[in-house]
């Protein structure tokens, strides 16, 4: 049987019920972890651009949802290394500084939405629904 494959990666082992939480607050990561599983998707949890980046290798991560302040490579450095290798895996990049958001924003960065921390856990479920019903 044939694999698919994009840009030398077999996506065919990619799964869009896999979200992957990138942030350096354990507090932030955990609230995440319960809202996603509770919705029924499965959950893998990185705590920088580093281990993001690792993770996506390892496990077959369909949406990442990313601080955009976090040790190391930040996220929006680490946004542009994913797309580079993974350009139709959305991800979702979060803050807690209003700044942020808006220089990502101005940016036109290769996200699939911007979204200001406290995260709205409404609209966290209404993106992530509307990202899977896009992948079904």
Partial sequence: MPTSKLHGEDISQRSPKTLL??????????????????????????????????KIRQYPIGIVLMDIRIPGMDGIETLNHIKRKHPNLPVILMSSYHEKIIEANQGKLDAFAIIEKPIPLRSLGRYLREKLNANS
């Avoid at 939480?21 to 499965?42: C, M, P, S």
């Fill in 21 to 54: 939480i990138v942030d350096n607050d354990l507090l932030q990561v955990k609230e995440l972890r319960e809202f996603v599983t509770a919705i029924g998707l499965e959950c893998v949890d990185a705590f920088n651009g580093f281990e993001a980046l690792a």
